[in-house]
């Protein structure tokens, strides 16, 4: 049963792919963002109530106003970062934790920020109750980034921000990726591609029109 949907919910990721390649500049993600999507059980990070629909390829309700996002999304962001095994990542929007759980199947070590208590609580309970052993969380404002364990190779936005945080831009790594969805909150924003050169040089880059729920505490940094 559930094998059933698990491949139908990465049929659905594969065709999406392909409906996007132009924007997102690639036919398929790589195999191993895949085996992410495949191995981490979706059904553990929703609520009991929606079960039913656990794969679909659609955001569900987490609580507190937030939501998991869709599959789709999570393994495109994924792909962006384009992680090595060695990498270390920061994701800010712990939210149910799934999108952490991926990121942790392809890297070293995952920082993650969350915004709401009982969230990060939650996540944090049922990251480890899982057997996720490489995932440090906490909770507070992720426009500050976690200064203490930077640089990063990557860094990841799961909330809608209206311009890019300064500190997340200082806490890259030369050579590292920073994936962000920046709009307008509530509406519809521009998922956005950062990437810094070895010479600390910013290149920007909109892949995806995304509509995420809003970066909360940001603070008035324009870049
Ligand atoms: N990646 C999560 C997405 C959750 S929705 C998942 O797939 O489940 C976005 C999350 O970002 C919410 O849980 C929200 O509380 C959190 N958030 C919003 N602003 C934040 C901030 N400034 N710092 C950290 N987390 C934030």
Request: include cysteine; glycine fraction near 8%; aromatic fraction near 8%.
């Given at each position: 049963?559930?094998?059933r949907q698990?491949q139908r919910?990465l049929d659905d990721i594969?065709?999406?792919v392909r409906?996007?390649r132009?924007?997102?500049g690639?036919n398929?993600l790589?195999?191993k963002?895949?085996?992410?999507?495949?191995?981490?059980?979706?059904?553990?990070?929703v609520?009991?109530?929606y079960?039913?629909?656990?794969?679909d390829?659609?955001p569900?309700p987490?609580?507190?106003?937030?939501t998991?996002?869709?599959p789709?999304i999570?393994?495109?962001?994924?792909?962006?970062?384009e992680?090595?095994?060695d990498?270390v990542?920061l994701e800010i929007g712990t939210g149910?934790?799934?999108?952490t759980?991926i990121?942790?199947?392809?890297?070293?070590q995952?920082?993650t920020?969350e915004?709401v208590?009982?969230?990060?609580?939650?996540a944090?309970?049922?990251?480890?109750s899982?057997?996720?052993?490489?995932?440090t969380?906490?909770t507070?404002n992720g426009y500050?980034?976690?200064?203490?364990h930077?640089?990063?190779?990557?860094?990841?936005?799961t909330?809608?921000?209206?311009?890019?945080?300064?500190?997340?831009i200082?806490?890259?790594?030369?050579g590292?990726k920073l994936?962000?969805?920046v709009g307008r909150?509530h509406?519809?924003q521009?998922?956005?591609?950062?990437?810094?050169d070895?010479?600390?040089e910013?290149?920007?880059?909109?892949?995806?029109?995304v509509a995420f729920?809003?970066?909360q505490?940001?603070?008035?940094?324009?870049i």
């Open positions: 049963m559930k094998n698990i919910m594969e065709r999406e409906y996007t132009k924007m997102i690639r398929a790589d195999p963002v895949m085996s992410a999507m495949e191995n981490v059980p979706r059904n553990e990070f609520p009991k109530s079960h039913d629909a656990a794969f390829n659609g569900l987490i609580g507190h106003g937030q998991i996002s869709q789709y999570v393994a495109l962001m994924t792909d962006l970062l992680l090595d095994a990498d990542v149910s934790g799934y999108q759980a990121l942790s199947q392809l890297c070293k995952v920082y920020i915004y208590p009982a969230l990060a609580d939650i944090k309970a049922r990251l480890e899982l057997g996720y052993d490489n995932i969380s906490m507070g500050d980034g976690w200064p203490e930077a640089p990063y190779d990557g860094i990841i936005v909330a809608a921000a209206t311009h890019i945080p300064k500190p997340l200082e806490q890259l790594k030369p590292g994936v962000i969805p909150p509406l519809y521009e998922l956005t591609l950062v990437e810094k070895v010479n600390g910013i290149d920007i880059r909109e892949v995806l029109g729920v809003p970066l505490g940001e603070r008035d940094e324009y």
